[in-house]
């Protein structure tokens, strides 16, 4: 691949980049992502870094990078993976607070919500008994709040008052957005900017967010993707470009 061509890198690439490196040295896990992008990225991880994840068609089917099986998940093996930690879920968020509290349930008080959502699913679940990370493709105030209306998955304030038996699993890496990439790596576990994307500045971060981040003095871009990914994203994974609905170039 050419200098021009690298240089032509969409932010949805770059998005794809920050969703992989979510799963970087999880070892052997159940990889399990919800949204183009992640899966995109997953697969990605996967073919470079990652050879020891697994990755299911939802379902009870173990398939390779490439879409073929691999092998077979039944249900109960699945469920020890979900309940022992060795899975990884990358979620969406319609709502998330500083401290990685998610909502994608109802938008409103709970007695008389203003918008009906997904309903709380398997958030509980997913966030106490093994890593999850998030994934939000459209950042803004009205995602990114200083008090979700309702807890879906837990955060890190919430699992530290409940106690041991909450924290054993609990973990979340990493959020992506279209804007940039945060984590938790901070004295109290709220959130902090960790890079962003190349185009994207910290002050336009900062407008988008309901909350004050955590914000280091030298925030870096997130990484580019190397000539072998971009190939592998653009020509093996997602040669339909479907990575671009999510978001736009």
């Given amino acids: 691949m050419n200098a021009s061509a690298i240089g032509s890198i ?17 070892g052997e896990v159940l990889a399990s992502p919800m949204g183009t992008i992640p899966s995109v990225g997953a697969r990605l991880a996967r073919l470079t870094f990652a050879p020891e994840l697994l990755l ?20 109960r093996k699945h469920l020890t993976l979900v309940t022992g930690g060795r899975r990884h ?15 994608i349930s109802c ?31 459209r950042h803004s105030p009205r ?11 837990v955060g890190y304030d919430r699992a530290e008052a409940a106690g041991p038996s ?3 699993f609990h973990r979340i890496p ?11 790596a901070t004295p109290d576990r709220s959130m902090r900017l960790a890079s962003v994307h190349p185009g994207v500045t910290v002050e336009k971060v900062r407008e988008a967010t309901g909350f004050a981040l955590t914000v280091p003095d030298d925030v870096p871009y997130t990484r580019d993707p190397t000539p072998a ?3 592998l994203i653009r020509e093996v994974i997602d040669p339909a470009a479907t990575r671009d609905r999510e978001v736009r170039p």
């Avoid at 949805?12 to 970087?24: D, H, L, M, P, S």
């Avoid at 299911?56 to 249900?75: C, Q, S």
């Avoid at 995602?143 to 879906?152: A, H, I, P, S, T």
Wanted: glycine letters at 10%; charged letters at 20%.
């Fill in 10 to 26: 969409t932010r949805a690439e770059y998005c794809v980049i920050a969703c992989a490196e979510a799963w970087r040295g999880d």
């Fill in 56 to 75: 299911t068609d939802g379902e009870a089917t173990i398939v390779g990078p490439d879409g073929e099986a691999e092998g077979w998940l039944p249900y």
């Fill in 229 to 231: 990914e971009l190939v």
């Fill in 143 to 153: 995602v990114f709040v200083e008090r979700v209306d309702m807890v879906c998955g």
């Fill in 166 to 168: 909450a924290t054993r």
């Fill in 89 to 103: 879920v990358m979620m969406g968020a319609s709502q998330i607070d500083r401290f990685g509290n998610q909502n």
């Fill in 107 to 137: 938008i409103g008080d709970w007695e008389q919500p203003t918008r009906q959502l997904l309903g709380v699913r398997g958030a509980p679940v997913n966030t106490l008994n093994n890593p999850v990370s998030y994934w939000i493709p």
């Fill in 174 to 184: 990493r959020v992506v957005s279209d804007l940039g990439v945060f984590d938790f």
